[in-house]
């Protein structure tokens, strides 16, 4: 900061900006306000099909969340202003009172032509006027206002460029759009970058020279601001592509980092994880030292990282990759070349590659070692819906003339990979985490939101690469049911899948005209085959929180289904039938259908398991329940987007409140399970249980619609006997026979 610039500032300008900036932040409010209250909540209720549903509602949505990033953007850059110009004007302020100060003892602070200043006397004693008595001062008074003046042209300086560094950071965190990051002044934002300079010096640090109290301020850092956009770039850039493997397999190698490992083995898994975090919210930025760090990841991804050279960069990254949110696009890069390496090790396939060795362990977070890639990546993809959705629907092996046909990633991984074995690993000698995470992987790939999530109003409908997926899921598991009954633990996510595609299920088990507008489905539609759907049904329902996602789903869906068709307020042009009798009949019969078949998987589940096994299904059964019948009160809608996905019709719709909620309740208070004296009599007890209960649900389901829209309760009893009969038909279906009916349906 030149002498002369603070001495001289004009704030005219700044104090304009300062002001320009706090009334965009105002008008911002309120078009983030009525973004969110009129333009996203209305395209949430509206009733849409098609490309509206699919395309319309889901940019409607992130242009909302633009608006809500763009308040808070520029909330951050106002507020960096505001604080910085007060800054300055109290810098001038105290370089004015410094040099009245010295007048006092006829000291003077002028310029020194290079924006530089030099401390002199004001009036020389020997050119006083009329013998005037001149002040007194020492060399120690002329050395303590240089250094005053320096210190404070100093701290102007530090005001100007750290504001001048933050908010370009800010600008450079997203190319197109805006970040989102919130600092209420420049002090805050300048904390953030020094403490992610200040860790990244750490973590460059040779691993055996690095000591508790460093790992343990580097973990504390990035808890601490792991969401920060502004530090977790600047740690990412300034500790650099490779800089952060080798700083993590410093860490996991006992051959460099035995001694931390030895006093804090034990935070590990935290740090593991915090660094994800970490990392996960840098790749959001799109500055030009992000861009190179993402570049650099890839590209080394496939050579050897570390002293040793024994472990690959994918290796290392992908257990860095397992939390958080990182970019798609990256993911989707990231995940081509790794794919490409996974070829190349293997043999396109043929072979098993990346078996563990003893030293180093490179994952701390869950049961696998980390010495397979691909276990991170599809962690990873499980929070990332967008990226999983193009990465299972890109090639592994592209159609070219040595391959007739092209091997997609989702045929590779879920029908042909040779899984390697993890000696982490104590499940089986073939590692089955990895395999775990390519089933949550698929779930949010299908669904549209991160795995282990519900969908929410928010999520968007199904698109037609989501549904291209979630065919090739059914048919894969039709064709070779082994594929998911040998591998009980991807069943929670396959049946959560099923659970919010259970309109294209029921769509695929109806042979009626119509069935658009008997299953109205937001989005794309899935084209299934009765007979692949039922064998698929059949394998979900032999494990327990496969069987309680689909039945709980289902009956909820056939609820919300009444309610939405025998709405008297329904448009025309919506309406299946107006045949109350045969819309209640098909509707109870279709669901009893799917829950006959679960039934079916249940029993097949039980017949070779110990006494005592169906307590697990009840228990995940109520598990489940209380998940999408706790919702807030709220009236189900009559838009289609209520009853599009079960799971959310039941969240969104505020399922305790409508009546589903309650009757759902009531049905499943009493799933305790029994254990039988022998396995034969739990088949038969769980079979007569499951048809008492389906018809007894579709009886209440019908009264909440009954009694809501005033209609004649004949259409309680055609429910219960319909649901009935569709749990009978599951029998024949599943033998292959053709099921019987009560209605005649022209």
Not at 118 to 132: C, E, K, L, Y
Not at 154 to 171: F, I, R
Not at 572 to 600: C, K, P, W, Y
Request: net charge negative; glycine share 10%; with cysteine.
């Amino acid at each position: 900061m030149k002498f002369e610039d603070l001495y001289q500032a004009n704030f005219k300008q700044l104090d304009a900006a300062v002001d320009d900036w706090g009334l965009l932040v105002h008008n911002l409010t309120e078009l983030q306000k009525q973004a969110k209250d009129g333009l996203h909540n209305k395209a949430v209720k509206a009733d849409w099909h098609g490309v509206n549903a699919g395309v319309s509602k889901e940019f409607i949505g992130k242009t909302a969340g633009e608006f809500e990033d763009a308040t808070k953007e520029a909330t951050s850059v106002h507020n960096i202003l505001l604080d910085t110009r007060n800054e300055l004007k109290q810098h001038k302020q105290q370089l004015h009172q410094a040099i009245e100060n010295g007048r006092k003892k006829n000291l003077t602070v002028m310029p020194s032509g290079d924006g530089g200043f030099i401390v002199t006397m004001t009036v020389h004693p020997d050119r006083a006027a009329h013998g005037a008595k001149v002040p007194d001062h020492s060399v120690a008074d002329e050395e303590a206002l240089r250094n005053e003046v320096q210190k404070i042209l100093d701290n102007a300086a530090k005001s100007d460029s750290t504001a001048s560094g933050v908010l370009m950071a800010l600008v450079d965190e997203s190319e197109y759009g805006f970040s989102g990051a919130v600092y209420k002044d420049r002090d805050q934002a300048e904390k953030a970058v020094q403490e992610a300079d200040e860790l990244a010096k750490l973590a460059r640090k040779d691993p055996s020279k690095l000591t508790p109290a460093d790992f343990d301020k580097i973990n504390a850092g990035l808890k601490q601001y792991h969401n920060d956009p502004l530090f977790s770039e600047e740690f990412a850039e300034q500790l650099g592509a490779q800089g952060t493997e080798k700083f993590w397999l410093g860490l996991t190698d006992d051959r460099e980092g035995a001694h931390l490992g030895y006093e804090r083995g034990y935070k590990y898994a935290e740090l593991q994880k915090n660094l994800s975090l970490t990392l996960a919210t840098a790749s959001q930025s799109d500055s030009v030292g992000m861009t190179a760090w993402k570049q650099q990841v890839i590209a080394t991804g496939n050579k050897a990282v570390g002293t040793h050279g024994d472990v690959l960069g994918f290796q290392v990254m992908s257990n860095l990759m397992r939390n958080g949110d990182f970019d798609d696009t990256f993911m989707n890069d990231y995940g081509r070349t790794l794919m490409k390496t996974e070829r190349f090790y293997t043999h396109d396939g043929k072979n098993v590659a990346w078996q563990a060795n003893i030293c180093p362990q490179l994952n701390y977070e869950g049961t696998d070692g980390g010495w397979d890639p691909l276990n991170g990546y599809l962690k990873g993809l499980a929070n990332n819906p967008t990226a999983a959705t193009n990465f299972f629907n890109d090639d592994f092996i592209p159609q070219d003339g040595d391959h007739k046909k092209a091997v997609s990633n989702f045929d590779y991984l879920f029908k042909q990979r040779q899984w390697p074995m993890d000696i982490h690993d104590t499940h089986d000698v073939h590692s089955i985490a990895g395999q775990d995470y390519l089933a949550q992987a698929l779930e949010a790939a299908a669904t549209g939101h991160p795995a282990g999530e519900m969908p929410t109003i928010d999520t968007p409908a199904h698109t037609s690469a989501q549904t291209k997926l979630f065919e090739e899921i059914v048919s894969a598991t039709a064709d070779k049911q082994e594929l998911l009954t040998d591998r009980g633990y991807m069943s929670d996510s396959l049946g959560q899948i099923a659970s919010e595609y259970l309109p294209d299920i029921n769509r695929a088990n109806s042979d009626l005209p119509h069935t658009d507008l008997l299953y109205p489905i937001d989005g794309s539609a899935a084209h299934l085959d009765s007979p692949s759907v039922n064998k698929f049904l059949f394998a979900v329902g032999q494990n327990p929180e496969g069987y309680a996602a689909v039945e709980v789903g289902q009956k909820a869906y056939m609820s919300n289904l009444l309610q939405y068709h025998l709405n008297p307020d329904l448009p025309a042009d919506h309406r299946f039938t107006n045949d109350h009798n045969l819309l209640v009949q098909t509707v109870a019969e279709r669901s009893g259908e799917v829950s006959g078949i679960l039934s079916q998987g249940r029993m097949e589940a039980i017949g070779h398991a110990a006494k005592g096994q169906d307590d697990s299904f009840d228990h995940a059964v109520a598990q489940y329940q209380n998940l999408i019948s706790g919702g807030v009160g709220t009236v189900v809608g009559v838009g289609t987007s209520f009853i599009g996905s079960p799971v959310a019709g039941g969240i969104v719709g505020g399922a305790a409140g409508t009546g589903t909620g309650a009757v759902m309740q009531w049905l499943f208070q009493d799933v305790q399970g029994s254990a039988a004296d022998d396995a034969q009599d739990d088949e038969g007890k769980v079979w007569n249980h499951g048809l008492n209960r389906n018809s007894a649900y579709a009886q209440r389901a019908a009264e909440q619609a009954v009694n809501r829209y005033h209609l004649s309760p004949d259409l309680v009893s055609y429910a219960q006997i319909s649901a009935h009969q569709g749990y009978y038909n599951a029998q024949a279906i599943m033998h292959g026979q053709a099921p019987g009916s009560t209605a005649d349906v022209p």
